[in-house]
């Protein structure tokens, strides 16, 4: 028997693709452009995507749309509680549907949400993207992500939509739990990270939103963006280009905020010019959901939704998410010469690239790899799950050191974090993206409260539980037995904070961004009034983003931030406030003291920084970034350089010794800041360039040496261009941004070098070298210049936990700031 060319395993990729590719008819080609969303009729089936009923009417039926094929399959398991073996089923029965309507038998790319883990029924809900940041431990992120594309391809999936890149500019904004944070470099390394890991057991990462989605007007979904080109490429491109040159990701989304203007899903400049162009993507771009339709119903800046179609795909877009709406359009606009039948091969071309990688083509394809009982949730997922929450957790204060909590005694739980686990979990979990929309609503798998595992954690304690309010109600009824149960307590543990949920229906997720950063509900009146007992308050936020605690802070005797700590959130919690765990999270966003007055992110220069004889609002948060304490005490010395100076195209060395100067083991994140205090364009004071995350016994010191190329002082110029301009730089070294304890300067010299598009250093690698009745080797007395670019440098088998003081700023110095090569485009 006859095997065609694109169906035998032994023939190149690209001759498989061209042979199967000059088969295919016109409307063949536009269906693999495609995709299709069998939503269920489940409960409150609206608001799963913005303006979604405004597509509902008049869809075929799914057996008509797919008489000649289909790219995507959107969210078979992602819609309903089917549990794994009922969802491999329906991926069967759709995948049967679209080979048996496809002429050549296709089928077609399944792909699924994965923001905190697998969004499926009964599948591990891991912690939120933002508890990500905290973590500070690429390692591990990489590892969770393997996990989740591994519980994805069994069940048949090969497209995650996943990770979320965008830059955290404005705290109110409602998305922020799905962000890593406000930093770049902290993101771009998570990212590349979770993408190897995702891409390493067979499933394409998306990254998204591409770009500047988070940069929105006064923190609201879809709001316009209004950054110009040096921001752009100094903040937002920096971790999509990292994924990308570094991690290799195979898939972007656009973002549906328009910049200056300019809509990304019409912007050639951004798709193609720089994506692919200048960084080299090979994959595909897909569109977020219904963004195409929205070029001629938001943005309007097509008069039809064919103009929409032609317009997306000449720019760059791939293929149109959830379903096809606009692309069938493709066809009489080639008719009409207004599309020129090369444009819609490249992009059918890249998509059958795919498809061919993923084994969809091969003889033996089938659309799971097991047909034995599915666990989606197993005991490894949910240790890991744990881990990740245990790594997440940040202790911002510990006054007279009540934490860890003496046990025996008598403890009140109070607050809505402390009963309804649904606060644990992001607004992408299937608990709350689906599950919040039935009767018997539940979660999807086990998720112990903090009250289950608080009384698990302290058996022979008396632990009494009062929600005194809930996330949204503003009656305080129930606030005065909270009251009663702080009264009669040794210490009062009080969990505040967020519930996840979509376009309004939460306190946090997608559209539900908020006019204050004030505790939500009547919650704000419940801290209040358990502060005013005088009983020791542990303040504990489950947040998705940062609140303002200025109203507080001194009268806690503890605060504990987790960020949304996901299925073992409770466990993670009730270890870190009994010492079992000691905690080692990091901040990746301030925490604000005021509710209003927005602050913004540290990277900011002097004007955003500095309040002193300019404006009566500080702009300064209340606890930085990057900041964390611990049940240890860290230590650093001796920061030595390997040289003075180095050339445009050299690499320094940059040593610091770190020591465990406390009495118990521990975690600290050694953190990186670079300066430069005379730049030609205005620069942040400072911005975080490398970290890693050390592991260190009572006693025990490391030796931790941090390798910059100049490459990473580089900007964009007066003209636009990447340079490295010479001069002097400050390294310093410290535990967060604003507690560096040590500094030393470098000189760059020779003339202003002028770095080449998408050939930059983007990275800072390092190495944990630990030191046994010994000095470490001090940085090598020269470093070649050029050397290439390395690995994000961080250990698997190092972790650590911050030191127990804010410190102070150190210096007024500018710093420069990596990002994308790029010169002034017409339009993005």
Same mark, same amino acid.
């Given at each position: +028997?006859?095997?065609?060319?694109?169906?035998?395993? #032994?023939?190149?990729?690209?001759?498989?693709?061209?042979?199967?590719?000059?088969?295919?008819?016109?409307?063949?080609?536009?269906?693999?452009?495609?995709? @299709?969303?069998?939503?269920?009729?489940?409960?409150?089936?609206?608001?799963?995507?913005?303006?979604?009923?405004?597509?509902?009417?008049?869809?075929?039926?799914? %057996?008509?749309?797919?008489?000649?094929?289909?790219?995507?399959?959107?969210?078979?398991?992602?819609?309903?509680?089917?549990?794994?073996?009922?969802?491999?089923?329906?991926?069967?029965?759709?995948?049967?549907?679209?080979?048996?309507?496809?002429?050549?038998?296709?089928?077609?790319?399944?792909?699924?949400?994965?923001?905190?883990?697998?969004?499926?029924?009964?599948?591990?809900?891991?912690?939120?993207?933002?508890?990500?940041?905290?973590?500070?431990?690429?390692?591990?992120?990489?590892?969770?992500?393997?996990?989740?594309?591994?519980?994805?391809?069994?069940?048949?999936?090969?497209?995650?939509?996943?990770? &979320?890149?965008?830059? &955290?500019?404005?705290?109110?904004?409602?998305?922020?739990?799905?962000?890593?944070?406000?930093?770049?470099?902290?993101?771009?390394?998570?990212?590349?990270?979770?993408?190897?890991?995702?891409?390493?057991? !067979?499933?394409?990462?998306?990254?998204?939103?591409?770009?500047?989605?988070?940069?929105?007007?006064?923190?609201?979904?879809?709001?316009?963006?209004?950054?110009?080109?040096?921001?752009?490429?100094?903040?937002?491109? &920096?971790?999509?280009? +990292?994924?990308?040159?570094?991690?290799?990701?195979?898939?972007?989304?656009?973002? @549906?905020?328009?910049?200056?203007?300019?809509?990304?899903?019409?912007?050639?400049? +951004?798709? /193609?010019?720089?994506?692919?162009?200048?960084?080299?993507?090979?994959?595909?771009?897909?569109?977020? @959901?219904?963004?195409?339709?929205?070029?001629?119903?938001?943005?309007?800046?097509?008069?039809?939704?064919?103009?929409?179609?032609?317009?997306?795909?000449?720019?760059?877009?791939?293929?149109?998410?959830?379903?096809?709406?606009?692309?069938? =359009?493709?066809?009489?606009?080639?008719?009409?010469?207004?599309?020129?039948?090369? &444009?819609?091969?490249?992009?059918?071309?890249?998509?059958?690239?795919?498809?061919? %990688?993923?084994?969809?083509?091969?003889?033996?394809?089938?659309?799971?790899?097991?047909?034995?009982?599915?666990?989606?949730?197993?005991? %490894?997922?949910?240790?890991?799950?744990?881990?990740?929450?245990?790594?997440?957790?940040?202790?911002?204060?510990?006054?007279?050191?009540?934490?860890?909590?003496?046990?025996?005694?008598?403890?009140?739980?109070?607050?809505?974090?402390?009963?309804?686990?649904?606060?644990?979990?992001?607004?992408?979990?299937?608990?709350?993206?689906?599950?919040?929309?039935?009767?018997?609503?539940?979660?999807?798998?086990?998720?112990?409260?903090?009250?289950?595992?608080?009384?698990?954690?302290?058996?022979?304690?008396?632990?009494?539980?009062?929600?005194?309010?809930?996330?949204?109600?503003?009656?305080?009824?129930?606030?005065?037995?909270?009251?009663?149960?702080?009264?009669?307590?040794?210490?009062?543990?009080?969990?505040?904070?967020?519930?996840?949920? $979509?376009?309004?229906?939460? /306190?946090?997720?997608?559209?539900?961004?908020?006019?204050?950063?004030?505790?939500?509900?009547?919650?704000?009146? $419940?801290?209040?009034?358990?502060?005013?007992?005088?009983? *020791?308050?542990?303040?504990?936020?489950?947040?998705?983003?940062?609140?303002?605690?200025?109203?507080?802070?001194?009268?806690?005797?503890?605060?504990?931030?987790?960020?949304?700590?996901?299925?073992?959130?409770?466990?993670?919690?009730?270890?870190?406030?009994?010492?079992?765990?000691?905690?080692?999270?990091?901040?990746?966003?301030?925490?604000?003291?005021?509710?209003?007055?927005? *602050?913004?992110?540290?990277?900011?220069?002097?004007?955003?920084?500095? #309040?002193?004889?300019?404006?009566?609002?500080?702009?300064?948060?209340?606890? *930085?970034?990057?900041?964390?304490? !611990?049940?240890?005490?860290?230590? @650093?010395?001796?920061?030595?350089?390997?040289?003075?100076?180095?050339?445009?195209?050299?690499?320094?060395?940059?040593?610091?010794?770190?020591?465990?100067?406390?009495?118990?083991?521990?975690?600290?994140?050694?953190?990186?800041?670079?300066?430069?205090?005379?730049?030609?364009?205005?620069?942040?004071?400072?911005?975080?360039?490398?970290?890693?995350?050390?592991?260190?016994?009572?006693?025990?010191?490391?030796?931790?040496?941090?390798?910059?190329?100049?490459?990473?002082?580089?900007?964009?110029?007066?003209?636009?261009?990447?340079?490295?301009?010479?001069?002097?730089?400050?390294?310093?070294?410290?535990?967060?941004?604003?507690?560096?304890?040590?500094?030393?300067?470098?000189?760059?010299?020779?003339?202003?070098?002028?770095?080449?598009?998408? =050939?930059?250093?983007?990275?800072?690698?390092?190495?944990?070298?630990?030191?046994?009745?010994?000095?470490?080797?001090?940085?090598?007395?020269?470093?070649?210049?050029?050397?290439?670019?390395?690995?994000?440098?961080?250990?698997?088998?190092?972790?650590?936990? *911050?030191?127990?003081?804010?410190?102070?700023?150190?210096?007024?110095?500018?710093?420069?700031?990596?990002?994308?090569?790029?010169?002034?485009?017409?339009?993005?």
């Amino acid at each position: +028997m006859t095997v065609a060319p694109w169906r035998d395993p #032994s023939v190149s990729v690209e001759q498989r693709v061209e042979s199967l590719l000059a088969d295919l008819s016109p409307e063949e080609k536009i269906a693999q452009l495609g995709s @299709y969303w069998k939503r269920p009729e489940i409960g409150d089936a609206e608001g799963f995507a913005p303006m979604q009923s405004t597509f509902d009417e008049g869809r075929d039926p799914f %057996e008509d749309a797919v008489q000649n094929g289909l790219g995507h399959i959107t969210r078979a398991f992602g819609s309903a509680p089917l549990t794994a073996e009922e969802g491999v089923s329906n991926l069967r029965r759709l995948q049967s549907a679209v080979t048996a309507g496809s002429p050549h038998g296709i089928p077609a790319i399944a792909h699924e949400e994965c923001l905190t883990g697998l969004m499926a029924h009964e599948a591990t809900t891991y912690p939120a993207a933002i508890a990500w940041g905290a973590s500070f431990a690429p390692e591990l992120i990489g590892e969770m992500a393997a996990r989740i594309g591994s519980d994805m391809r069994a069940i048949g999936t090969h497209h995650g939509l996943s990770p &979320v890149l965008d830059i &955290v500019r404005d705290y109110r904004w409602g998305r922020i739990e799905e962000t890593m944070g406000e930093d770049p470099y902290l993101t771009g390394i998570l990212a590349t990270e979770y993408v190897k890991g995702l891409q390493s057991s !067979g499933v394409i990462a998306t990254l998204k939103h591409f770009a500047g989605h988070a940069a929105s007007r006064a923190g609201r979904n879809h709001a316009p963006v209004s950054i110009g080109m040096r921001e752009l490429h100094e903040i937002d491109l &920096v971790p999509f280009e +990292m994924a990308v040159r570094l991690g290799k990701v195979r898939s972007v989304m656009n973002s @549906y905020a328009d910049i200056d203007g300019i809509a990304p899903a019409a912007s050639r400049w +951004m798709m /193609t010019e720089l994506l692919r162009d200048t960084w080299g993507f090979e994959g595909t771009v897909v569109s977020d @959901y219904w963004a195409v339709n929205f070029l001629q119903s938001m943005h309007r800046v097509v008069e039809t939704t064919r103009d929409a179609a032609v317009t997306t795909l000449r720019a760059g877009m791939d293929v149109e998410l959830p379903e096809t709406n606009t692309f069938p =359009e493709l066809l009489d606009a080639i008719a009409a010469g207004e599309l020129e039948v090369e &444009v819609l091969d490249t992009a059918v071309r890249r998509v059958l690239r795919q498809k061919v %990688e993923l084994g969809l083509l091969d003889p033996e394809f089938d659309p799971a790899t097991t047909g034995e009982a599915i666990d989606l949730d197993p005991a %490894e997922n949910r240790d890991l799950a744990r881990r990740v929450a245990e790594e997440s957790i940040v202790l911002l204060r510990n006054e007279s050191a009540v934490l860890p909590l003496a046990a025996p005694g008598r403890i009140a739980l109070i607050g809505p974090s402390a009963v309804e686990p649904r606060s644990f979990l992001g607004c992408y979990s299937f608990t709350n993206h689906v599950l919040s929309r039935l009767e018997d609503n539940g979660t999807s798998v086990a998720v112990p409260s903090l009250a289950e595992s608080l009384a698990a954690e302290f058996p022979n304690s008396t632990v009494t539980t009062v929600a005194g309010t809930d996330f949204t109600d503003t009656s305080t009824d129930g606030i005065a037995e909270a009251v009663t149960a702080a009264e009669a307590a040794d210490v009062a543990v009080l969990a505040v904070g967020d519930i996840a949920g $979509l376009f309004g229906a939460g /306190t946090s997720g997608e559209g539900c961004d908020v006019a204050d950063l004030q505790l939500p509900g009547a919650q704000h009146e $419940l801290v209040e009034a358990v502060l005013g007992t005088g009983t *020791p308050v542990v303040l504990v936020l489950v947040t998705g983003r940062p609140y303002a605690l200025g109203a507080y802070v001194d009268r806690c005797a503890a605060i504990v931030q987790a960020f949304m700590p996901g299925e073992e959130g409770g466990s993670a919690l009730a270890g870190v406030l009994s010492g079992r765990v000691n905690p080692s999270g990091r901040l990746p966003i301030g925490i604000p003291g005021g509710m209003g007055g927005q *602050p913004g992110t540290y990277l900011a220069p002097v004007l955003a920084w500095v #309040s002193d004889g300019i404006s009566n609002i500080d702009p300064q948060p209340l606890f *930085p970034f990057g900041f964390g304490i !611990g049940y240890t005490r860290f230590e @650093y010395s001796d920061l030595e350089l390997s040289a003075a100076e180095i050339a445009a195209d050299g690499t320094v060395e940059i040593a610091a010794t770190v020591t465990n100067a406390g009495d118990r083991d521990g975690k600290e994140v050694a953190q990186l800041y670079l300066s430069d205090p005379v730049a030609s364009v205005v620069r942040p004071l400072k911005r975080l360039v490398g970290f890693t995350k050390i592991a260190l016994a009572v006693g025990e010191s490391a030796r931790v040496t941090f390798r910059l190329h100049a490459d990473r002082t580089s900007f964009l110029g007066q003209d636009y261009q990447r340079i490295v301009e010479p001069g002097e730089f400050r390294v310093r070294v410290g535990s967060s941004s604003e507690d560096m304890r040590l500094e030393e300067s470098f000189r760059i010299t020779g003339a202003v070098r002028v770095v080449g598009d998408g =050939e930059r250093v983007l990275d800072t690698p390092s190495d944990v070298a630990r030191l046994r009745g010994g000095q470490a080797p001090s940085p090598s007395a020269s470093v070649a210049a050029g050397a290439p670019a390395g690995t994000a440098g961080t250990p698997a088998d190092t972790a650590g936990t *911050p030191a127990d003081t804010a410190g102070t700023h150190v210096g007024t110095a500018v710093g420069g700031a990596g990002t994308a090569a790029a010169s002034v485009p017409e339009g993005l």
